[in-house]
Each structure stands twice: as structure tokens, then as C-alpha cells.
């Protein structure tokens, strides 16, 4: 369901035009309503893993109405709907990623800084567990120290 046509390898993509955030939301069963179009807009140009605070922070001033329960129950909606990975590898903070093709993540011990790792889908390990389990997502995630913090040391 996800649109992979809009990443690109680097880290950077092009830009995210209002029709593509909708298009996007669509894709995924949202409505694009103004809020969730600017949450998404948000995340879809970001790789730096947001917390819903950075979200509200970083947004409030460009929407004054915007509340913090509004951004928890939107990012809540987009993790339903897979428009967004909700990753628990920061043990303060739940962080979030719209770039929800096959990928692993870093974060660094020292400094926090949460990294995309590439990976193809053929180096996910096959689930063998028993026939009661039927997962529906995998999250692979390293814990270390990133280079920056490795040179400072």
C-alpha cells in the first residue's frame, strides 16, 4: 500500500507537494484532513525520527490550534492505517517514521540520534514461531555509537 516511488536512496527525496501528501493519505484509507495533511507533509519530509513533542513543537507555530492530543491521536491513526512506523527504540520517547518501506535504524547511545539503516526485504529473518503467532511487522534496530560521537570520544 505504501507509495515507494516518492524515496529515493540518499536520504532525500522530491519535494512534497500538498497533492502528493493527499494522494499519499489516501493511499492509506485517510482523510486528508488540514491537520493530518501537515503531520504527514511533516514527517514524509524528515529523517530524524520526530517524537510527538518535536512534532507539536516544531508545527504549533504555523497552526496555533493544534493541540498535543491532536498530533498523539492523528500519529495513533496513521500507525492503524501503516502510513507511519511507530518505533520503541528510544526507551523515552516513542518516535515516529513515514518512511515505511523495508528498512532497519540505529540509534546512537550518546547522542540519541536515531539513523535509517538500508536493508533489502530479503535480509529480514523469516518469522519461526508457531502457527498461533501471525506477525504483521518487523522492527530491526541496532544500539551504538553513531561516528560523530565515536570521534568526539
Not at 492523528?74 to 528510544?90: C, E, P, R, W, Y
Request: hydrophobic letters at 35%.
Amino acid at each position: 500500500m505504501c507509495n515507494q516511488s516518492i524515496f529515493k536512496t540518499n536520504n532525500s527525496f522530491e519535494t512534497m507537494t500538498i497533492q502528493k501528501v493527499h494522494d499519499y493519505l489516501k493511499n492509506h484509507d485517510i482523510r486528508p484532513l488540514p491537520h493530518k495533511v501537515a503531520i504527514m507533509k511533516y514527517l514524509l519530509e524528515r529523517f530524524d525520527h520526530p517524537s510527538i513533542d518535536q512534532i507539536y513543537n516544531d508545527l504549533l507555530p504555523s497552526m496555533p490550534t493544534l493541540s498535543k492530543t491532536t498530533v498523539y491521536n492523528t500519529l495513533k491513526l496513521f500507525g492503524d492505517k501503516k502510513a507511519v512506523l511507530s518505533l520503541f527504540i528510544d526507551e523515552k520517547n516513542m518516535r515516529y517514521d513515514a518512511h515505511t518501506h523495508a528498512h532497519a535504524h540505529f540509534r546512537c547511545k550518546k547522542c540519541s540520534t536515531i539513523y535509517d539503516i538500508s536493508i533489502e526485504e530479503t535480509d529480514i529473518p523469516p518469522f519461526r514461531g508457531s502457527e498461533d503467532f501471525l506477525p504483521e511487522e518487523t522492527q530491526i534496530y541496532f544500539l551504538g555509537a553513531c561516528g560523530e560521537c565515536r570521534m568526539m570520544a
